[in-house]
């Protein structure tokens, strides 16, 4: 019996960035609309003759966006926000939909669940006429048909669109549910005419999350309506990310061809596996989320378990969740034995048809092959040299559990207060100032070594120099050094601890042409030696007032990474935290007295599933206390989170115990806010005043109203006045007149208006 196989979905940006490339050169005007389209036109012919040379059976078409999927489907359903439709062009529109335009703010973006992806949220009022627009999957099923193809149509579901998309006013999207599901139906009566048994494969992750009773009253009720088109078409529902038991006992009641389930990061996906009897299982194997070599011997006992409830050729193997997640291939990435240990989109898409052929055909001696090589492997990196260090997990032992710094926030904010002498309301910025061309040019050309240490060393120095003057020209109470020299908060780190290895062009889209290149954590993690104090302590040594260190936290630096999955991550986390304790404690010696530990993704690793969520939050919070447990008293200890709701999770914030916390609030005004004051949050809290996504200036009398704006919800000898975020992507025409703004703005409030 031979088993299928299936891609859930295929990166899209090309494995040179071919599409990244070709998107900003037309919006720069560089080339035309055609050029775009040519460009991505044989990107998806080329991902989709190697799926088909590699053996893939079902091939994903409806994957390729020019900016994001959820966008697409808006456009899918004609949700377009009034302030766009007079728009006549579609191209012009839908990238004026995604990035904004002269006239009109672009639509906003969040994470795509637990993930680094960001998808535009769809934006639901009673002015829009659902309209169904099926040309997009119809032209590339058909361009994909005439590869010898019959592609397996991806479109986002109706319940994942829904929950996903936000509403002007009190309104729930669900209450859209009638109007959005005549517009899927209409797709799907397009798909039917225009193929009569094609496949299509409905993404409804939204299952993932612990569902409410009406999410899964209209499941049944969107899912039996789309089988009822026609019953020629075969229909799948695929979920990822985390266990859909619940989804999964209504789909097995109703006629939808497949279900897919991830057993990757759901492997409570097996407890539902009796509603599948009869149906197509889509198996989620080969994880789509991280980068290392399939276990094979563990898949196929995981699949054999399987087994027990649905037979073997109802079963279709799959990656865990669409390959958009993991980079395209390790050609670029040399041959060293950590290399061998890797598996990227492409690798993954071999992986699935080997795993194909050892379940259909166990005996072939090319399968023998392959799963002893790969049982070799997966020994070697276990008992690698490369990945144990000895030291790291004596000094863990040496640390135990649930470590935190000496004093309670009332002794250490009356030392602080006493050592800092800061007026009221302090100011202080996040931590970057803007990255110039020149500060990029200047890091390329070091690591080309076209300049000298020594020269790189004087130009970051000048430009501490020049950070600094601004600083105290406009009166900034806690001074920054401006991070020149790093790259990205979380490369910046990893690139001098060990442990952490960084590829050449393992590329991930974080957001229309916006890639990264996360980091990869395959070992144990130690700090050789100190990475902020040479800069801190120059930076100090330039101004008599207080310099504030600035750290990346140790869960943002793990939530950011593709991380090793031999150890739990809570263990990687305290890793981590050991190497910034380490710098806490030399930077303080060195004379810092105020140490900001980012924070920035603590909110986006939070478990899908609520059962999860105690245990992440205890150990993210004690890898945050452990990395600051070194400081003194009188050391006042900062963090950063960039937007979050944190009405669910303030116990946690209070557990971290920072001294001061500060947060993105320009745009939500006190609606984050108001929770600190329920709370009763005793610690100090930065709201940020300006908004720094916009290239927008605020004047003086802004910035004054945002201040009394918050004051009237924190407390006045609590409260520090700074931006949202940091300052790097903005320029300094920008930064300039906006931060002296905000400085002149805090001293009014000091002093001209006494009451809250
Ligand atoms: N200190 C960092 C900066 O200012 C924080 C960035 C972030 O929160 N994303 O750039
Ligand atoms: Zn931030």
Same mark, same amino acid.
């Given at each position: 019996?031979?088993?299928?196989?299936?891609?859930?979905?295929?990166?899209?940006?090309?494995?040179?960035?071919?599409?990244?490339?070709?998107?900003?050169?037309?919006?720069?005007?560089?080339?035309?609309?055609?050029?775009?389209?040519?460009?991505?036109?044989?990107?998806?012919?080329?991902?989709?003759?190697?799926?088909?040379?590699?053996?893939?059976?079902?091939?994903?078409?409806?994957?390729?966006?020019?900016?994001?999927?959820?966008?697409?489907?808006?456009?899918?359903?004609?949700?377009?926000?009034? /302030?766009?439709?007079?728009?006549?062009?579609?191209?012009?529109?839908?990238?004026?939909?995604?990035?904004?335009?002269?006239?009109?703010?672009?639509?906003?973006?969040?994470?795509?669940?637990?993930?680094?992806?960001?998808?535009?949220?769809?934006?639901?009022?009673?002015?829009?006429?659902?309209?169904?627009?099926?040309?997009?999957?119809?032209?590339?099923?058909?361009?994909? /048909?005439?590869?010898?193809?019959?592609?397996?149509?991806?479109?986002?579901?109706?319940?994942?669109?829904?929950?996903?998309?936000?509403?002007? =006013?009190?309104?729930?999207?669900?209450?859209?549910?009638?109007?959005?599901?005549?517009?899927?139906?209409?797709?799907?009566?397009?798909?039917?005419?225009?193929?009569?048994?094609?496949?299509?494969?409905?993404? &409804?992750?939204?299952?993932?999350?612990?569902?409410?009773?009406?999410?899964?009253?209209?499941?049944?009720?969107?899912?039996?309506?789309?089988?009822?088109?026609?019953?020629?078409?075969?229909?799948?529902?695929?979920?990822?990310?985390?266990?859909?038991?619940?989804?999964?006992?209504?789909?097995?009641?109703?006629?939808?061809?497949?279900?897919?389930?991830?057993?990757?990061?759901?492997? /409570?996906?097996?407890?539902?596996?009796?509603?599948?009897?009869?149906?197509?299982?889509?198996?989620?194997?080969?994880?789509? #989320?991280?980068?290392?070599?399939?276990?094979?011997?563990?898949?196929?006992?995981?699949?054999?378990?399987?087994?027990?409830?649905?037979?073997?050729?109802?079963?279709?193997?799959?990656?865990?969740?669409?390959?958009?997640?993991?980079?395209?291939?390790? !050609?670029?990435?040399?041959?060293?034995?950590?290399?061998?240990?890797?598996?990227?989109?492409?690798?993954?898409?071999?992986?699935?048809?080997?795993?194909?052929?050892?379940?259909?055909?166990?005996?072939?001696?090319?399968?023998?092959?392959?799963?002893?090589?790969?049982?070799?492997?997966?020994?070697?990196?276990?008992?690698?040299?490369?990945?144990?260090?000895?030291?790291?997990?004596?000094?863990?032992?040496?640390?135990?559990?649930?470590?935190?710094?000496?004093?309670?926030?009332?002794?250490?904010?009356?030392?602080?207060?006493?050592?800092?002498?800061?007026?009221?309301?302090?100011?202080?910025?996040?931590?970057?100032?803007?990255?110039?061309?020149?500060? #990029?040019?200047?890091? #390329?050309?070091?690591?080309?070594?076209?300049?000298?240490?020594?020269?790189?060393?004087?130009?970051?120095?000048?430009?501490?120099?020049?950070?600094?003057?601004?600083?105290?020209?406009?009166?900034?109470?806690?001074?920054?050094?401006?991070?020149?020299?790093?790259?990205?908060?979380?490369?910046?780190? =990893?690139?001098?601890?060990? =442990?952490?290895?960084?590829?050449?062009?393992?590329?991930?889209?974080?957001?229309?042409?916006?890639?990264?290149?996360?980091?990869?954590?395959?070992?144990?993690?130690?700090?050789?030696?100190?990475?902020?104090?040479?800069?801190?302590?120059?930076?100090?040594?330039?101004?008599?007032?207080?310099?504030?260190?600035?750290?990346?936290?140790?869960?943002?630096?793990?939530?950011?990474?593709?991380?090793?999955?031999?150890?739990?991550?809570?263990?990687?986390?305290?890793?981590?935290?050991?190497?910034?304790?380490?710098?806490?404690?030399?930077?303080?010696?060195?004379?810092?007295?105020?140490?900001?530990?980012?924070?920035?993704?603590?909110?986006?690793?939070?478990?899908?599933?609520? !059962?999860?969520?105690?245990?992440?939050?205890?150990?993210?919070?004690?890898?945050?206390?452990?990395?600051?447990?070194?400081?003194?008293?009188?050391?006042?200890?900062?963090?950063?989170?960039?937007?979050?709701?944190?009405?669910?999770?303030?116990?946690?914030?209070?557990?971290?115990?920072?001294?001061?916390?500060?947060?993105?609030?320009? /745009?939500?005004?006190?609606?984050?806010?108001?929770?600190? +004051? &329920?709370?009763?949050?005793?610690?100090?809290?930065?709201?940020?005043?300006?908004?720094?996504?916009?290239?927008?200036?605020?004047?003086?009398?802004?910035?004054?109203? +945002?201040?009394?704006?918050?004051?009237?919800?924190?407390?006045?000898? @609590?409260?520090?006045?700074?931006?949202?975020?940091?300052? @790097?992507?903005?320029?300094?025409?920008?930064?300039?007149?906006?931060?002296?703004?905000?400085?002149?703005?805090?001293?009014?409030?000091?002093?001209?208006?006494?009451?809250?």
């Amino acid at each position: 019996m031979a088993y299928k196989t299936l891609i859930t979905g295929y990166p899209r940006i090309g494995e040179n960035r071919e599409l990244k490339k070709a998107l900003e050169a037309y919006w720069a005007g560089d080339i035309a609309i055609d050029e775009l389209k040519k460009t991505a036109a044989l990107l998806r012919k080329t991902h989709w003759l190697f799926q088909k040379e590699a053996g893939i059976d079902f091939i994903s078409v409806n994957d390729f966006s020019y900016y994001d999927t959820m966008l697409d489907t808006c456009v899918m359903l004609g949700a377009i926000p009034q /302030r766009f439709r007079s728009i006549a062009d579609a191209d012009e529109r839908y990238f004026a939909m995604a990035r904004g335009n002269s006239a009109s703010w672009a639509m906003s973006m969040t994470k795509w669940f637990n993930t680094n992806y960001h998808f535009i949220i769809p934006e639901l009022d009673n002015s829009l006429v659902f309209k169904a627009d099926s040309s997009k999957i119809l032209s590339e099923y058909d361009e994909a /048909r005439a590869l010898g193809i019959d592609g397996k149509i991806n479109i986002i579901g109706p319940l994942t669109f829904l929950g996903l998309s936000k509403t002007v =006013g009190a309104d729930d999207p669900y209450d859209y549910f009638d109007a959005v599901i005549s517009a899927y139906m209409q797709v799907v009566r397009a798909i039917a005419a225009h193929a009569e048994d094609a496949l299509i494969q409905f993404d &409804e992750p939204i299952f993932a999350r612990d569902p409410s009773p009406r999410q899964l009253e209209l499941l049944k009720k969107a899912y039996t309506a789309l089988t009822s088109v026609s019953s020629k078409l075969r229909i799948i529902v695929t979920t990822y990310f985390e266990h859909s038991n619940e989804a999964t006992f209504v789909l097995g009641g109703i006629p939808v061809w497949g279900i897919g389930l991830d057993f990757v990061q759901g492997a /409570r996906n097996i407890a539902g596996l009796s509603a599948v009897a009869g149906k197509t299982l889509i198996a989620g194997l080969v994880d789509g #989320r991280n980068i290392w070599v399939n276990d094979a011997e563990k898949t196929l006992a995981l699949l054999a378990e399987i087994a027990h409830f649905v037979s073997p050729e109802h079963i279709v193997i799959s990656t865990s969740c669409s390959l958009l997640h993991t980079p395209y291939s390790l !050609e670029k990435e040399g041959n060293s034995p950590l290399v061998q240990w890797l598996a990227f989109a492409k690798e993954k898409v071999h992986e699935l048809v080997y795993l194909a052929k050892a379940l259909s055909d166990p005996q072939l001696p090319e399968v023998i092959d392959w799963l002893r090589a790969n049982k070799e492997l997966i020994a070697a990196r276990k008992s690698s040299s490369l990945i144990t260090d000895a030291q790291v997990s004596e000094r863990m032992a040496s640390f135990g559990a649930g470590v935190s710094r000496v004093g309670t926030f009332a002794e250490r904010n009356a030392l602080q207060k006493k050592a800092l002498a800061l007026p009221e309301l302090p100011t202080t910025t996040i931590g970057s100032f803007p990255q110039t061309a020149q500060l #990029r040019a200047l890091r #390329r050309d070091v690591k080309a070594k076209r300049i000298t240490e020594e020269q790189y060393e004087a130009e970051i120095k000048r430009s501490i120099d020049e950070c600094i003057a601004f600083q105290e020209e406009i009166g900034l109470d806690v001074l920054v050094h401006g991070e020149p020299e790093r790259n990205d908060m979380v490369e910046y780190f =990893g690139e001098m601890l060990k =442990g952490f290895h960084f590829t050449k062009n393992a590329w991930v889209q974080s957001y229309g042409s916006r890639c990264v290149k996360p980091p990869l954590i395959y070992g144990d993690i130690s700090r050789p030696y100190p990475m902020t104090v040479k800069w801190l302590t120059y930076a100090q040594s330039k101004t008599a007032k207080v310099m504030k260190g600035m750290l990346t936290g140790p869960v943002t630096i793990l939530n950011w990474s593709f991380v090793r999955d031999d150890i739990p991550r809570s263990t990687v986390a305290r890793q981590i935290a050991l190497s910034l304790f380490d710098e806490v404690n030399d930077l303080q010696t060195a004379g810092i007295r105020i140490v900001q530990v980012d924070e920035a993704a603590f909110k986006e690793g939070y478990p899908l599933r609520k !059962e999860h969520i105690g245990a992440y939050e205890n150990w993210a919070v004690d890898a945050f206390r452990l990395a600051v447990s070194g400081a003194k008293k009188e050391t006042q200890i900062h963090t950063h989170m960039c937007y979050s709701d944190f009405s669910d999770s303030i116990h946690t914030i209070e557990k971290m115990d920072a001294d001061v916390i500060t947060i993105e609030t320009a /745009r939500s005004g006190n609606r984050l806010l108001a929770v600190f +004051q &329920e709370r009763g949050y005793a610690n100090e809290i930065g709201p940020g005043v300006y908004d720094i996504h916009s290239p927008r200036i605020p004047d003086k009398e802004e910035f004054i109203e +945002q201040i009394k704006s918050r004051l009237k919800v924190l407390a006045r000898d @609590k409260m520090w006045v700074n931006p949202d975020c940091g300052l @790097k992507t903005r320029t300094w025409e920008e930064v300039r007149p906006a931060l002296h703004n905000m400085v002149e703005a805090a001293r009014t409030v000091r002093h001209c208006y006494t009451e809250n």
